[in-house]
């Protein structure tokens, strides 16, 4: 069984900071491309930033500059550090995980829960 435990969210001034964490764990052999969703109310989970697996990052026109995508492969995990947060940053934020569980096979999915990030004027 495989999870994304996510965490990191919370409640923000304009300007502020945040660091998101999402952990994959369970039988992996191999995660591939990583990535985050932002869901803002009334609105379509939208790309946000997305790593593959030799750390080559892109980023959504909205968030270049503010936000940086890394990941710890050791630790299967991937991070969203978040830098000058405005209001409209306000959303759900889901991890997504390209993961092999097997040597053959193509890659499945996996979604963490969601973490909010509420940005305040």
């Known amino acids: 069984q495989v999870q994304l435990v996510e965490s990191g969210g919370g409640l923000v001034q304009a300007g502020g900071s945040l660091r998101l964490s999402c952990a994959a764990s369970g039988r992996i052999f191999r995660i591939d491309d990583m990535g985050w969703y932002g869901q803002a109310p009334g609105k379509q989970r939208e790309l946000v930033a997305t790593i593959t697996s030799g750390g080559t990052t892109s980023y959504a026109d909205s968030v270049k500059g503010r936000f940086t995508i890394s990941r710890d492969n050791a630790k299967n995990t991937v991070y969203l550090q978040m830098n000058n947060l405005k209001p409209e940053d306000t959303a759900v934020y889901y991890c997504?995980?390209?993961?092999?569980?097997?040597?053959?096979?193509?890659?499945?999915?996996?979604w963490g829960q969601g973490t909010q990030v509420t940005v305040s004027s």
């Open positions: 997504i995980a390209d993961i092999r569980v097997r040597i053959l096979g193509g890659s499945k999915d996996y």
